[in-house]
């Protein structure tokens, strides 16, 4: 199978910065798309970014020009570059990785343990 493991969440100020990393291991034959999702209480999850094999990537609205998604598919790693943070981005943003575990197989979506963000003053 596939494990997920993130890193970087944390408590920041308003128009702060932070940086999520997900390392992605295990019985990887090939990775897909990754990408980040966040929940907020009370509120249904949602997309954050995706980054494509290839490179394209899509953004939230509320995200654009404030977060940026990257991938170094050596190490099978997803990145979220946070900046300019709101009160607002306060939620558990989660890894989401589609990859297939042998050449024979569709992909599947594989999610990591979500890491707390939290924008306060």
């Known amino acids: 199978q596939v494990q997920l493991v993130e890193s970087g969440g944390g408590l920041v100020q308003p128009g702060g910065s932070l940086r999520l990393s997900c390392a992605a291991s295990?019985?990887?034959?090939?990775?897909?798309?990754m990408g980040w999702y966040r929940q907020a209480p009370g509120k249904q999850r949602e997309l954050v970014a995706t980054?494509?094999?290839?490179?394209?990537?899509d953004y939230a609205d509320s995200v654009k020009r404030r977060f940026t998604i990257s991938r170094d598919n050596a190490e099978n790693t997803v990145y979220l570059q946070m900046n300019s943070l709101k009160p607002e981005d306060t939620a558990v943003y989660y890894c989401?990785?589609?990859?297939?575990?042998?050449?024979?197989?569709?992909?599947?979506?594989?999610w990591g343990q979500g890491t707390q963000v939290t924008v306060s003053s």
């Open positions: 989401n990785v589609e990859a297939q575990v042998s050449p024979w197989e569709t992909g599947r979506n594989f």
């Open positions: 980054v494509r094999a290839g490179g394209s990537t």
């Open positions: 295990g019985s990887i034959f090939r990775v897909n798309a």
